[in-house]
């Protein structure tokens, strides 16, 4: 019976041991360092992508804020402020929540006073261009424009037709196509052509006010049912949304919605900065090693690799390369070029890649980028070496023929 016992706890335990160990595999290939950001009032929030839960970064200093937009190459994260009144672009510290106004956001050809709503925002990695929906006042915004992020200025691409309402309650592209939601309060799923602004129909999404943000590094497009407080994903394929979780409850945040939701992703390739060698480029001697070593950093998806590639002619050729060994003391990325013979010109190049695929280029141009070893003879000792077999002569000669005095 005691063994029984044992033999069950063992069990148990071997069996919760082999639980644990499964929970903490991560999916093989599923890098995914995008975090999905959210504005519920005028709190800027982080998402659990796989909870729903929403986590305070701080309070936004301006009001009235729809849409939230990712701009990857330039790690900018835009929203509107006064959204539904006199919209102004505005640029969110994501690490703060502070807001810097850019500009009202005015629409060529009509007067300022003209719009009176933008309703989305989304970036469009694909032409590097900020898209909003817009119109002279709420609820609707049939009116898809471009806006430029440095002055706000907005021009009007086409106008959204083919959806019940012709309004676009959120924007998001997914490998350059962009995709629609038009809410009734069932929202709908559409592609929209960018030229006609023609949409066509995908699916229901089977929730109410979706706001939408696309993460392309796990493919997923993710939504938020706003006034329900729900997370969740949704099939750009059928339109189809499945419950992901709740956002947050009608007891946190002032009891606040989520209005807009915007993935922030790694698409900027890791700094590399001015590296370092020792022995200093100009007393290399021939046959020593050279260790080269530079401080690389990628803040959002982190260094996958770097590697230094070296060439022994001055930059004809570029054969050899070295892996760059990250050490732990100094947090450098080193590696040696073995010692060559005198006056080799060595050059080298420093790449860098982050996990996910971007890389960075320091191509061997740079002054820092190269050294001559110095030669077996040089300049500066030539003319000491010169002196002293000079008089070494001079003496043996002295030696072999005595000065003729003594002879007097
Ligand atoms: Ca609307
Ligand atoms: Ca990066």
């Not at 995008?34 to 519920?40: F, N, S, T, W």
């Amino acid at each position: 019976m005691k063994r029984d016992i044992l033999l069950l706890t063992s069990l148990t335990a071997i069996l919760i041991g082999t639980l644990v160990f499964v929970s903490n595999i991560q999916p093989v290939g599923a890098s995914n360092s995008a975090i999905l950001y959210g504005i519920i009032g005028n709190y800027l929030v982080t998402v659990d992508q796989a909870t729903g839960n929403a986590t305070e970064v701080g309070i936004i200093n301006v009001t009235g804020l729809y849409g939230l937009a990712y701009d990857p190459y330039r790690d900018v994260l835009y929203s509107v402020a006064n959204a539904t009144t006199d919209p102004e672009l505005v640029i969110i510290d994501r690490t703060t929540a502070h807001a810097s106004i850019v500009e009202p956001i005015d629409l060529e050809g009509y007067d300022p006073t003209f719009l009176g709503l933008v309703e989305a925002l989304a970036f469009n990695p694909a032409d590097s261009v900020l898209y909003g929906s817009a119109g002279p006042a709420p609820p609707i915004s049939s009116m898809l424009i471009r806006i430029d992020p440095a002055t706000g200025n907005a021009t009007q691409v086409a106008t959204i037709t083919g959806t019940p309402q012709n309004d676009g309650d959120t924007l998001v592209f997914i490998n350059g196509t962009l995709y629609l939601a038009d809410s009734t309060p069932s929202s709908i799923l559409f592609t929209v052509d960018l030229s006609t602004g023609a949409a066509t129909y995908i699916g229901d999404i089977g929730f109410n006010h979706v706001k939408s943000a696309y993460n392309p590094e796990t493919q997923t497009l993710f939504g938020v049912a706003s006034l329900d407080r729900l997370l969740i994903q949704i099939s750009p394929s059928t339109g189809q949304g499945t419950l992901v979780g709740s956002t947050h409850t009608s007891e946190e945040f002032e009891g606040a919605f989520m209005s807009a939701i915007a993935m922030v992703y790694d698409k900027r390739p890791p700094d590399i900065d001015i590296p370092a060698q020792d022995p200093p480029a100009d007393i290399v001697q021939p046959y020593q090693n050279v260790t080269i070593s530079v401080n690389v950093i990628d803040d959002m998806s982190g260094v996958k690799n770097v590697t230094l590639v070296y060439s022994l002619d001055n930059g004809t050729t570029w054969e050899e390369q070295a892996t760059m060994i990250l050490n732990a003391t100094t947090g450098l990325y080193e590696a040696m070029i073995l010692g060559q013979p005198a006056d080799t010109w060595v050059r080298f190049k420093i790449i860098a890649y982050d996990n996910l695929g971007n890389n960075a280029t320091l191509d061997g141009t740079e002054p820092y980028c190269g050294y001559q070893l110095i030669p077996e003879f040089p300049p500066s000792l030539v003319l000491p070496i010169f002196m002293i077999i000079t008089l070494l002569t001079v003496i043996f000669y002295k030696r072999k023929h005595p000065p003729l005095w003594k002879f007097i």
